[in-house]
């Protein structure tokens, strides 16, 4: 089987999780650590699809990164577009944060929805010079409007649809019935964030990956609890944020298991320094993420003999 493999980083401003999304949370400190781990994964051979946020192009430091990539890694990086609604113009001067609902993009008018987009494109493209083709909505806030606009604007590539998971509890949208497969929609390539389940039954989890509406409704019974309690079921992203190495591998041999050959690894930028994501308390807790990340890319390569590629490079006219 032939496998592939994106490397998306989610490239945004630093903020606290737990306190809400606020319009001043616009800082961009942690390049220092960006730069030089963008450069080991290259080094082992990664290509990264860098979906970078409003305030991150607006940064000193996000620029930094744009000019280090474009001197030294300009074939091994994809400049792409990320939507944090909350901190990208146009904005009211009045509203300094959003509700849950305001800060999933596919819940603003979509007039307000285009532009905000159309705001972010251009400004990458005044900065870096390149017209990204690959867009992450905020949140996995994807919505019946948004290929829309991004058929308008130029985009080719949507990585925003997060598989199996149900975001509705917050307002959000509800990819509980996606599997991971790549599909194309109104001309735009959707490959969606890579998730699993997983379970101590192989026959469980199988299942649950191949027929997501079949898990919804066990879960919806009491059966749940004895699927979570005795067969673990569980979900996880492929993520080196809250998984370790061999979580990483067991959600990548789950999913070939049931045919999936492109995967997506992602993590967002601000995990590479302590105390900035909820994921990273410690700066050990740093060293660890960076570890797996590092440690999956090679065993990517290594054991499943599988090829990293850009998001761009998965564009319907690419065949
Ligand atoms: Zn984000």
């Known amino acids: 089987m032939d496998v592939k493999l994106l490397v998306v ?55 930094a990164v744009i000019a280090h990539c474009q001197k030294n890694e300009a074939e091994c990086v994809e400049f792409a577009a990320h939507l944090h ?19 999933y993009p596919c819940n603003l008018a979509p007039e307000l ?46 990585l925003s649809i997060s598989a199996y998971c149900d975001f509705s509890h917050q307002q959000g949208p509800d990819f509980s019935e996606y599997t991971n497969a790549l599909f ?7 490959i969606p964030h890579t998730s699993s389940w997983l379970s101590v039954s192989k026959r469980v989890e199988k299942k649950a990956n191949r027929c997501p509406a079949w898990c919804r409704t066990v879960k919806s019974k009491h059966v749940s609890r004895f699927l979570a309690k005795v ?3 569980s979900r996880h992203r492929l993520s080196p944020e809250g998984n370790d190495l061999s979580q990483l591998q067991a959600i990548t ?3 070939m298991a049931i045919g999936q050959d492109v995967f997506v690894l992602s993590f967002h930028s601000p995990s590479l320094v302590a105390g900035m994501t909820p994921y990273v308390p410690t700066i050990k807790d740093c060293e660890r993420l960076k570890n797996t990340t590092r440690c999956y890319i090679e065993w990517f390569q290594r ?3 599988g090829e990293i590629v850009l998001a761009k490079d998965m564009a319907v006219t690419q065949g």
């Open 253 to 255: 041999q789950a999913q």
């Open 303 to 305: 054991e499943l003999n």
């Open 85 to 103: 609604p909350w901190v990208n113009p146009p904005r009211s001067a009045e509203e300094q944060s959003a509700t849950d609902f305001e800060s």
């Open 113 to 158: 929805e285009y532009e905000k987009i159309s705001r972010l494109t251009e400004r990458i493209h005044a900065v870096s010079g390149a017209s990204p083709v690959t867009y992450l909505a905020g949140r996995y806030g994807y919505g019946p409007f948004t290929s829309d606009h991004l058929r308008a604007l130029g985009y080719q590539v949507d």
């Open 9 to 63: 980083i989610h490239a945004e401003e630093e903020f606290d999780w737990d306190q809400g999304f606020n319009a001043s949370n616009t800082a961009v400190t942690h390049h220092h650590a960006l730069i030089p781990f963008m450069g080991e994964l290259i080094e082992t051979g990664a290509k990264i699809t860098l979906a970078m946020d409003y305030p991150f192009i607006e940064s000193a430091g996000g620029r």
């Open 231 to 233: 067969l673990r079921l």
């Open 184 to 190: 194309v929609e109104n001309a735009i390539r959707h």
